[in-house]
């Protein structure tokens, strides 16, 4: 985990479900609110990764665009989890989104600004 002027970075690797290529991995902004993970779309593709929706998501600015999503096996501080990936424009910063977290039972702790993991995930 790296921090960077209160901002919290992790490595995360992304690789095709079932697939044999090379997972991208790269530092990627901590984003609690996104929802979905994000990547470059041409490292999603040189993944094996491919789009298999298209959906419209709200922007930091307000502004609503739609993009491709592709469903990635998504790995971090040890865990494994799976789920929705955007392609989006070669020059994006990579994002963690929210629901890959806590499907892990991890946090942020804003105070802080580090990762943590829940002694437990919730099924209540």
Same mark, same amino acid.
């Given at each position: ?51 298999? +929706?298209? #959906? &419209?998501? $709200?922007?930091?600015?307000?502004? !609503? ?5 592709? =469903? ?24 963690? +989104?929210? #629901? &890959?977290? $806590?499907?892990?039972?991890?946090? !942020? ?5 580090? =990762? ?9």
């Amino acid at each position: 985990m790296i921090h960077r002027m209160g901002l919290t970075y992790v490595t995360v690797k992304l690789s095709a479900r079932a697939g044999k290529r090379r997972p991208y991995s790269a530092s990627f902004l901590v984003d609690t609110g996104a929802t979905d993970s994000m990547a470059p779309g041409k490292a999603l593709r040189k993944a094996g990764i491919k789009p298999v +929706g298209k #959906t &419209a998501y $709200e922007l930091a600015d307000g502004q !609503v665009k739609e993009f491709h999503f592709g =469903l990635a096996q998504i790995e971090f501080m040890g865990e494994i989890t799976s789920g929705r990936v955007i392609f989006a424009d070669d020059d994006v910063e990579p994002l963690l +989104g929210v #629901t &890959a977290l $806590e499907s892990v039972g991890i946090f !942020v702790d804003a105070a802080n600004k580090t =990762l943590k993991r829940l002694p437990a995930i919730p099924l209540k």
